[in-house]
Each structure stands twice: as C-alpha cells, then as structure tokens.
C-alpha cells in the first residue's frame, strides 16, 4: 500500500467485467479512468470467467496501463471484487462498473473527501445515461433499478449508509479488516442477488460506527441500454432487490433506511395524483407495481423459499 501521507495517495480504481459482447462499453470505461484529473489512479480489471475478454485486454495493451486479473471460472461480482482487492495497491479502494463512465473529476472529488472530512468510505451521485431516450414512465424513485441515484437520495454532502457499486470507495484498510464483500451476495452468473455494498456499509457502520461520505459532485454516468428498460428486466430487478432485502434482515441487518425510502414513494403518489396529468399518473402506477414487487420479493424470500429447505 502506497504512504497516505503522500500529497495525492494512491487510489486503485476496481472494475469486474465477464461480457465480451461489452467490451467497447468496457473500453470506454476504461479510458474514463485514465482521463482522471487525480494523478494517482491504479486501475484494476477483473475478467470473471471469460479469458476471450482477458485476452482481448492484453492484445490490446491494458497490461501497460492496468492490473488485469483472469478468474479462470465465474466467480460472481463479489468474489471478483475482493481479488481485485487482494491485489490492489492503493490507500483508497474505489469500485466501478464496466458500463459506466467517469467525469475527470470523480477521483478528485472523492479523494477530498478523505482529505477534507476524514472519511472511510466515500461515494458520489450516478447520473442515467440513456442511450435510447429518457423514458417517462419510470419514477425517477425507482432509478436505482438501472444503476442509478434515485429521487430522495441526499441532495447534499453528508453521511449516508451507503452509495451504489458504481460509485463507492473505502480506505484499504477499512475493507481488509472486514475481510471484504460477502460471495453469497452481489451478481453472481443469471443470479440477481443484490445488495452486497449495502450489506458491507452495514457491517462497516457497526464496526467502526460510521457510513459513507457522500459527496454529489463526485459524478458517475451510467449507461441505460434499451433492454433495461424492458418491464420484464424491472419488475424482475424490484423482485430480486425485495429478496435480497429479506436476505439481510434474516443476517441480522436492520432496513431503517428503507422505511425512509417508503415514505418518498407515499409522496411520490400522492403528488403525482394531483397534477392531473396523465404522464404523471403512469409514474405513479409504476411506483405502485414497482414498489409490490418488491414487497413480493421479500414474502417470498420470507414466506416461500424457507419451505424448500
């Protein structure tokens, strides 16, 4: 690990792919994180189960410009995350995904952070890039479903207790001593178990009492492909969050947070109701059926899925 008490300390960047059929887009991630306007940036790349992609990465010269690891099986997201930890040099460990593309500044903006209120863990706002057109039926609520901040997250620089996968980072240290993500959480193959840094910032808080230092203007743009806005793709994403939300209470976790989340979709409704729109009213449907789907992930996890055992 690089001294912290170097100007501007080293901060490894980690980034798990497993598609080839995604490699421009991983590409262009990539290069997002060599145009960082922070001086001191490691870029780690983890090939989950595909040596096509990691050959591709080394063909291409990513060797010279990156730490490239292969899992020779699939591992899932998790486990990827914490090889890339294992072999990480940096003070500060942030972690982002292959679909998404950085402002210059993200790392800067994180790094001040650290610098500036002694964070250990920090995290930005992820803003949707729609490649097809913005749609009008999602609530912007519910723009957690496809990768990004949603309405009622913090507006302002403070504690929270956590941000997404795309945008989150944590002092090396802090990762290390709580022996990184658990591997029955995260994407693992066609799984959609989720809520793996939501699980982690949990356990960080109760061990070292505090969440993650959020800061807006450390930006992240995710891409929106076209099939992420399929109904099917959405209502089965809400289904898997609620299933993984059970997955934590049955861990011990508490959902505090959540019940906050409830009372923004209450308003959400309530507001769209009056404006006597139908656009509005649409949102407000989904917010409805989104949000059930979600309680259905969660009874069933409860309810159903113990009776298998």
Not at 60 to 81: C, K, P, Q, T, Y
């Amino acid at each position: 690990m690089v001294d912290p008490t170097r100007k501007d300390p080293l901060v490894s960047v980690i980034v798990c792919a497993h598609r080839t059929d995604r490699y421009g887009d991983l590409a262009e991630a990539l290069n997002s994180l060599k145009a960082q306007s922070y001086p001191s940036v490691e870029i780690v790349c983890v090939s989950d189960g595909n040596a096509d992609l990691y050959d591709r990465l080394k063909r291409d010269g990513w060797e010279e410009g990156a730490v490239l690891i292969l899992n020779e099986i699939n591992m899932g997201l998790s486990e990827s995350r914490n090889r890339g930890i294992s072999r990480a040099r940096g003070y500060i460990i942030a972690f982002f995904d292959d679909d998404a593309v950085a402002d210059p500044r993200w790392v800067m903006e994180l790094v001040k952070m650290y610098s500036e209120r002694n964070a250990i863990a920090a995290g930005g706002r992820i803003h949707p890039l729609w490649l097809n057109g913005k749609p009008g039926f999602l609530p912007p609520e519910y723009y957690w479903l496809i990768g990004a901040t949603h309405k009622g997250f913090a507006e302002e620089v403070g504690d929270v207790r956590n941000t997404f996968g795309s945008n989150i980072s944590f002092k090396t240290d802090v990762l290390k001593a709580l022996g990184g993500f658990r591997s029955e959480m995260g994407f693992h193959g066609k799984g959609m178990l989720q809520s793996e840094e939501t699980e982690f910032c949990d356990r960080m808080k109760k061990t070292f009492g505090r969440g993650v230092t959020y800061n807006p203007q450390a930006i992240v743009h995710h891409k929106v492909f076209p099939e992420r806005l399929k109904k099917k793709f959405l209502f089965k994403r809400a289904f898997w969050q609620g299933y993984s939300k059970r997955v934590m209470v049955e861990m011990g976790y508490s959902l505090g947070e959540e019940g906050h989340y409830l009372e923004t979709i209450g308003e959400g409704i309530v507001d769209r109701a009056k404006t006597f729109s139908p656009g509005m009213y649409c949102q407000a449907a989904y917010l409805l059926a989104l949000t059930a789907a979600v309680g259905f992930g969660y009874l069933y996890r409860a309810v159903i899925a113990p009776l298998k055992h």
